[in-house]
């Protein structure tokens, strides 16, 4: 039977009208199956442990299982390909740090597989630290000022360990460099342990690293702190709360070097599910329990108001870590 004009219209408008729908109403049900973070490093370090201390947070906000999948390699960018290819439902998420979604780009000029900025959705920071400087205690420095003078009597006599090319300890030593005027050189290893046994062997004479991974040392007398690389002090863990700041030792430098976590899915990925899970993993963040379990490991939680605060943050990251990587002369490919 032909349809009168009116009726065809009607009909065809309402068939248009489907498929909006259908996205609408998943997005509003959304979450309807496991979530998958993807932590782009081995298990077992600090981003690891974050990643398994959010997933079993999410899991009850969510009313979904959440499951950990580690991804490494190529200095965090395998995991984040991973992420940045995946489908656009919120299913698949990222927990990056600061040198993969603000430095790598810069470091991996040619093999960088996605541009942070461009194949990822900001959700939410989600906890930041700063790099701890320790020297050997066996060393006669007992500050900042005294390291600093020795390194400026014998330009690179001493040594700085880190746990690659790159990292933000690199990155730290090569903006202090700067500042100081003196020149302290770069021993890079493949990782932050071997850097750790030659500092404690004597092998080295400082390393900037991350405070979990050299705290132990201090409180066992081994490792002397000298400094944090952020601008304020480090009072969320007692023993660090009388070494001095970046604003202290180079006033009006601006050098506040933090390692930043933080979620992002891909790029693409419905607003009412990005705003979500902003939602759920703030809740995390200001939580009690999860300040309880991060600040031992050298960590404060954080969190971004909105998504879009996150992202114009990430922004200013990008070109913050830009020019670290190019004072430092690092590269990676």
């Known amino acids: 039977m ?21 996205p609408s109403l998943a997005q509003g049900n959304w979450p309807q199956r496991p ?6 490093f081995a298990p077992g370090g ?38 940045a290819k995946a489908p656009k439902d919120g299913y698949t998420v990222l927990l990056g740090t600061a040198t993969i979604l603000a430095a790598n780009k810069f470091l991996f000029r040619r ?7 461009r194949d990822l959705t900001p959700v939410t920071r989600v ?63 493949r990782g932050g342990g071997p850097a750790i046994a030659d500092l404690l062997s004597g092998n080295i004479d400082m390393m900037f690293d991350v405070i979990p991974a050299l705290m132990p040392h201090v409180r066992e007398g081994r490792f ?11 009072t969320y863990v007692p023993e660090l709360r009388e070494v001095p700041s970046m604003k202290e030792l180079f006033p009006n430098q601006g ?20 705003n979500r899970l902003h939602e759920a993993l703030v809740q995390i963040a200001r939580s009690d329990d999860f300040k309880a379990r991060m600040e031992p490991l050298g960590f404060t939680p954080v969190w971004d108001e909105s998504p879009a605060a996150y992202g114009r943050y990430l922004q200013e990251q990008e070109q913050f870590w830009k020019g670290l990587v190019e004072a430092s002369g690092a590269t990676l490919d």
Request: charged content about 15%; cysteine-free.
């Open 2 to 22: 032909k349809l009168p004009p009116l009726s065809r219209r009607t009909l065809l408008g309402a068939a248009a009208a489907l498929p909006l729908a259908t």
């Open 35 to 40: 979530i998958r973070i993807v932590v782009p």
């Open 46 to 83: 600090a981003v690891d442990i974050t990643g398994r201390l959010l997933a079993e947070r999410l899991q009850p906000i969510l009313g979904q299982t959440i499951t950990v999948d580690n991804r490494g390699g190529a200095g965090g960018n395998i995991g984040g390909d991973v992420v």
């Open 111 to 117: 093999s960088m597989p996605f541009d942070p900025i």
């Open 127 to 189: 906890t930041t630290g700063t790099v701890l400087l320790v020297v050997n205690a066996d060393k006669p420095w007992r500050s900042f000022a005294d390291l600093v003078a020795a390194a400026k009597r014998e330009r690179g006599a001493v040594t700085m360990g880190s746990s690659g090319a790159g990292t933000v300890s690199h990155l730290t030593l090569a903006r202090i460099n700067a500042a100081a005027g003196m020149e302290i050189t770069h021993v890079p290893y």
């Open 224 to 234: 002397r702190a000298l400094a944090v690389g952020s601008a304020d002090r480090v």
């Open 255 to 274: 050098i506040d070097m933090q390692s930043w976590y933080a979620v992002n899915a891909p790029a693409g990925t419905p607003e009412p599910i990005v």
